[in-house]
């Protein structure tokens, strides 16, 4: 009885950190693009975003095989990202929290 009692506070306490926790933001408006060695970029969005991510809180990370993320998918989203840039546009993002650079998972732009 008191093995399964200790499992069962290892499971409580192991469960949040074994699922990764996509978390939403949007409209939000990009103020940088920066590329990175390995393919991926650097997104720079308001200071203060997600105090998780960065130390001003507003650095996420695009990058191949972070949270499924797949070298076709990051060109995807840079073309996504340069696009809002230059035009001015918003965009909402869906990224994890949990690890550290804030990997991305998607972008959209906004209208």
């Known amino acids: 009885m008191k093995a399964v ?4 506070v290892l499971i ?11 978390t939403f933001k949007g409209p939000v408006t990009i103020s940088g693009i920066y590329g990175l060695p390995d393919g991926g970029f ?6 203060g975003t ?8 507003n650095q996420f990370h695009v990058e191949p095989s972070q949270v499924g993320q797949s070298i076709d ?5 840079l073309a996504i ?11 909402n993002i869906y990224y ?3 690890i ?12």
């Open 5 to 8: 009692r200790v499992l069962l």
């Open 12 to 22: 409580l306490f192991a469960s949040p950190h074994a699922v990764a926790a996509i």
């Open 42 to 47: 650097l997104l720079l969005l308001p200071g």
């Open 50 to 57: 997600d105090a998780a991510c960065g130390s001003s809180g």
């Open 73 to 77: 998918g990051v060109k995807s989203a």
């Open 81 to 91: 990202a340069l696009s809002a840039f230059s035009l001015g546009k918003t965009i």
């Open 96 to 98: 994890d929290n949990t």
């Open 100 to 111: 550290s650079g804030c990997p991305v998972q998607q972008i959209g732009i906004n209208p």
